[in-house]
């Protein structure tokens, strides 16, 4: 079965500063993985996706995440944080004919 | 581009009551599933389709209804709504191919008391 984990249920930086938001994934086979954004009060938004052809996957808006599969790892970061990119983000892997969905991380941006 | 269009956006319900969250898609697509999002715990899967006929159940099914008569339609049923299921209730569409991306709706904010 897929599963995933977020590592972090909150994380806090300054604008301008790097973020990472972690996750590892667990999967019985190659694994289709995902991270969408939700800003307050909306609904879910793909950032970016996992494809196979290259283990660093570029999303929008700046966002970017690496596929380790020695480690698990499907990392989410950004250079410099903006103050839009405050939000919650969720790391997803596609299970059979189901997305599994870790806790969520919620990113502050402070001023 | 409407995209995935859930109403009603709020909805407070007694204990007891019923009432249907309705879920509609314009992109043609085959997979139409529900998620209810609760702190700390993630979206988890309610009900799923594959296809007009086809529903089936996911994670948490107890106490919801589905049907699919259509493939843009895909309601969301609670027969006797009880305090547990105060959540926010997302539907999502999205192709049957693997790595194809979900397309959410905006969600129905749903409080029972």
């Known amino acids: 079965a897929q599963s995933v984990t977020q590592l972090d249920s909150h994380v806090s930086v300054s604008e301008g500063t790097p973020v990472l938001l972690r996750c590892n994934y667990s999967s019985s086979y190659s694994p289709s993985l995902f991270w969408y954004v939700q800003h307050p009060n909306k609904g879910l938004q793909l950032l970016l996706k996992?494809?196979?052809?290259?283990?660093l996957v570029k999303g929008i808006n700046g966002f970017e995440a690496e596929f380790k599969k020695s480690e698990t790892s499907f990392h989410l970061t950004k250079p410099s944080a903006h103050m839009s990119d405050a939000a919650e983000y969720f790391c997803?892997?596609?299970?059979?004919?189901?997305?599994?969905f870790g806790q969520g991380t919620r990113l502050t941006i402070n001023p | 581009n409407a995209g995935v269009t859930q109403t009603p956006k709020f909805q407070v319900l007694k204990t007891g009551q019923s009432m249907t969250l309705q879920c509609a898609q314009d992109m043609n697509h085959e997979y139409m599933s529900w998620y209810r999002q609760d702190p700390g715990m993630g979206l988890r899967l309610i009900h799923y389709s594959v296809g007009a006929g086809i529903t089936d159940q996911g994670e948490v099914p107890n106490g919801y209804n589905v049907s699919r008569s259509t493939t843009e339609d895909f309601p969301l049923r609670l027969l006797s709504a009880a305090p547990s299921q105060t959540s926010v209730y997302f539907c999502a569409s999205s192709y049957v191919q693997t790595n194809t991306e979900a397309f959410f709706g905006q969600g129905t904010r749903l409080t029972v008391v």
């Open positions: 996992y494809t196979s052809a290259a283990t």
């Open positions: 997803v892997v596609q299970g059979a004919q189901k997305l599994v």
